[in-house]
């Protein structure tokens, strides 16, 4: 392209743009014209409707104010507004004063000037002026708003010279009423009143009443206050004194619209003296039922609990803070279901919703019973309340229905009973005649059900069981327990008799309260087969609890010529050993404990083996306590000492004898006190306590050693337990058994890391049975 090319292309161009920035300020001129022309309308119509309102107030006699930013002045109409300003108690017409007294006025016309002033909403109210004698005047105000300013045009009308409002007929209304009626300010003051609030005040006028201070009643001032402050409808009902008499009056307080506060009363002395004596009547009516023991509950047409009585809440079990607060009849029926309460029903949602569907019905519905779940049967009266709502009425009727139910289980119950019992059964009447039978009895004896019914009474069933049990004799004897009015005929039998099958029949008789009489047969030979072989068992296990005895009595009688053999040569090494090192007189005494260890744990399985046996008799005598524990600490003091462990003895002086067998109780410290030892660590102390308790003296054996698990504590006492504290496997079994010989028990006292107590509880007089016989003498 060529210099001449873009120089007319770079010409073009900007003449486009030229043209482009001509059309848009065009078009923005027109747009600016089109506002300002919008804007000389708006201030035109503004204009006008100010020059309308202008002439409004003046044809119309009224004071327009404008109020921008809360501030008000006066547009026209200076004369209405100072009449407005007088109206409403000003000294002086001031615009801005004019509108704070109509926003003092009421609470609801400030309520109404704010939403002017600030949102734009139109209003209309009128103002009663404060004069106390009613003769002032009324303002009525108007509010519209336009643009940003609010415009207010102010109306005074006067009342006449009876100091009646401006609407005649509507007062001569008012003041024709038999009861108090009035019209307050925001402050709940008297405006104006009828007649009879003059003559219920003993006041001559509105004046005269302020002059001396009297009202109609105090409360309905603060009545009317209150519905002023609020914008809403008060309503209450009070006792005052007119012309002498008390009488109750309905009073109520509706804010009115153009401003203060209507009220006017009803005499309704008659109805509250009614409610009264109804409420007494209720009162009486609710005290009586609270005396009686059927429960009732009256619900209203609400459905909620209006009246129950102290039999309602005992009945059901329901909390009386809980009814006090009227929960609704579902809320009941479902606090009852909750415990268990209401009849058992498969579809409780359907049976609810037909309980609640009563209230529909204008009859009373039949009567029904309720079995609950506790056992207790419930007859249940329904009816409407004339009142409106249900009245339901509780009856516990389990005590009259007790002999009629119990009648009609007993039977169904006793025939169910007896058809799934395997003994044959028969129940005969003091007539003979057969009342009941079970299917087991027709199987027993090999015939039909049919023919039971028909045999009819005792002989007949006689001829039908006769084929198995030949014996007349034995259903002749049967026959007197059934129908002999001899007390001691009837009296229960038992035996056992065979059958021509070879069957063992065991037969019983019963007499019953009714004077009929049970007769059961019951096929017990597999039983007595039983028996036999249980026989023949338990006299095999009695041969092999013999033969363990004589072979545990045998082998430890043959261990002990060895064990004594060892335990004297090793005794011998120890004390002359000549020839013998040291380490080997120390290996003799080693030689010499393992085998005295061993000889006493010989011992001790001979001993446990005749208590098995039932053999072991004690030797009784009195025993002093205080010697048999100092034996036993002397006895273990060497081993004490060489452990480091100390021996403490606590016996109180009461504790005095104790009848038993010495060795025997010896014994049993001997294997506390070895086990205490054992589990003592250097420094630890095993004390050897006494202690006398009602009946019986309490031998305790306590260590500070490592304590016994849980886990272990529940079978300390089983046999070879006893290994894992360290003894022989039997010591503590054989101080329980030696325990129990004596008539008492031991017990365990032992946390982990606490030590261990072991109490041996014995009686100051031996009860043991395997006791040597005594001559009853004592010291």
């Known amino acids: 392209m060529g210099a001449n090319q873009l120089i007319l292309a770079a010409a073009a161009g900007a003449v486009s743009l030229a043209i482009c920035a001509v059309l848009w300020a065009l078009a923005q001129r027109r747009q600016a014209q089109d506002r300002v022309a919008a804007i000389a309308r708006k201030l035109a119509a503004l204009e006008a409707r100010a020059e309308t309102a202008q002439a409004s107030a003046e044809a119309f006699d009224s004071a327009l104010l404008a109020v921008e930013d809360g501030r008000a002045l006066l547009a026209s109409g200076e004369e209405s507004l100072a009449v407005c300003a007088a109206a409403l108690g000003l000294s002086e017409p001031d ?30 109210f009128e103002v009663q002026g404060p004069s106390s004698t009613g003769s002032g005047g009324l303002v009525a105000v108007e509010g519209r708003a336009a643009g940003a300013l ?26 024709a009423r038999p009861t108090p009626a009035w019209i307050a300010a925001a402050d709940g003051s008297p405006v104006w009143v009828n007649s009879a609030w003059l003559k219920a005040a003993d006041a001559v006028s509105l004046d005269d009443a302020a002059a001396r201070g009297v009202a109609f009643d105090r409360s309905a001032d603060a009545l009317a206050s209150e519905a002023a402050n609020l914008g809403q409808r008060r309503d209450t009902v009070r006792w005052s004194t007119v012309a002498g008499k008390r009488r109750a009056f309905h009073i ?21 003296d009614l409610r009264e004596l109804l409420k007494r009547n209720v009162e009486a009516h609710d005290e009586t039922l609270n005396h009686i023991a059927e429960a009732v509950a009256v619900f209203d047409k609400g459905k909620k609990l209006m009246f129950h009585n102290i039999a309602f809440a005992e009945l059901w079990g329901l909390e009386p803070a809980w009814l006090a607060e009227q929960p609704t009849h579902s809320e009941v029926l479902d606090r009852l279901r909750q415990r268990r309460r209401l009849p058992e029903t498969a579809d409780y949602s359907k049976w609810k919703a037909g309980e609640l569907d009563r209230y529909e019905q204008l009859a009373a519905g039949p009567d029904e019973m309720w079995s609950l779940p506790d056992g207790r049967t419930l007859k249940v009266v329904r009816q409407p309340h004339p009142m409106g709502g249900l009245l339901l009425l509780y ?30 059964v028969t129940v005969f009447g003091s007539d ?156 003799a005494a080693a030689v010499k404990q393992a085998a005295t260890q061993l000889a006493r744990s010989i011992d001790d399985v001979l001993d446990m083996a005749q208590i098995d046996a039932d053999e072991m008799a004690l030797d009784l005598e009195d025993v002093r306590v205080a010697e048999l524990l100092a034996a036993q600490a002397e006895r273990w003091a060497p ?49 050897l306590g006494a202690k006398k308790g009602l009946g019986e003296v309490q031998l305790s054996v306590t260590d500070t050693g490592r304590g016994i698990p849980f886990h272990v504590q529940a079978h300390i006492f089983d046999r070879f337990i006893g290994r894992e504290r360290g003894g ?31 109490t041996c509880h014995l009686p100051e007089e031996a009860v043991a049975a395997a006791a040597q016989p005594e001559l009853g003498l004592r010291p």
Request: aromatic letters at 6%; glycine letters at 10%.
């Open 95 to 124: 615009p801005q004063g004019v509108v704070n007294a109509l926003m003092r006025a009421d609470p609801d016309h400030a309520r109404r000037l704010r939403a002017l002033f600030e949102r734009g909403e139109a209003c209309a």
């Open 150 to 175: 609010a415009w207010l045009r102010l109306s005074s009308a006067t009342a006449d010279d009876a100091g009646l409002p401006t609407a005649p007929r509507f007062a001569a209304f008012i003041n």
């Open 252 to 272: 109520a307080a509706q804010p009115l619209e153009g401003g203060g506060v209507g009220v006017w009363t009803e005499d309704v002395g008659e109805q509250e």
């Open 395 to 424: 009856s516990d009727i389990t005590d009259e229905l007790k002999l009629t139910s119990q009648y009609n289980a007993l039977i169904q119950v006793q025939q169910a009973t007896l058809d799934k019992l395997s003994d044959a």
């Open 432 to 587: 003979g005649r057969l009342r009941l039978h079970n299917e087991s009895f027709a199987k027993f004896w090999n015939v039909t059900p049919a023919q039971v019914e028909a045999a009819g009474d005792f002989e007949g069933v006689v001829e039908l069981c006769i084929p198995k049990l030949h014996d007349r004799s034995f259903w002749a004897e049967l026959k007197g327990r059934v129908a002999d009015p001899d007390p001691q005929a009837r009296a229960p039998t038992t035996g056992e008799v065979k059958t021509a099958d070879s069957r063992i029949v065991l037969y019983q008789s019963r007499p019953l309260p009714d004077g009929a009489t049970l007769i059961a047969f019951t096929d017990v030979t597999d039983a007595r087969k039983l028996e036999g072989a249980l026989e023949a068992k338990e006299q095999a296990l009695a041969d092999a609890e013999r033969l363990k005895r004589d072979f545990v009595g045998n082998v430890s009688y043959e261990l002990r010529t060895p064990l004594t053999t060892i335990i004297g040569y090793s005794e011998l090494l120890e004390r002359s050993g000549e020839g013998l090192s040291e380490r080997g007189r120390g290996h």
């Open 639 to 687: 081993e004490a000492e060489a452990a480091n462990v100390a021996i403490v003895v606590e016996c109180p002086p009461e504790v005095g004898l104790i009848r038993g067998d010495a060795r025997r109780l010896g014994q049993i410290l001997t294997h506390l006190v070895e086990n205490a030892l054992g589990q003592t660590p250097a420094g630890g102390t095993v004390t």
């Open 728 to 758: 022989p496997g039997l010591g503590l079994a054989l101080v329980k058994a030696l325990t129990e010989l004596h008539g008492g028990w031991v017990a365990l006292e032992s946390e982990p890391g606490a030590g261990a107590t072991f």
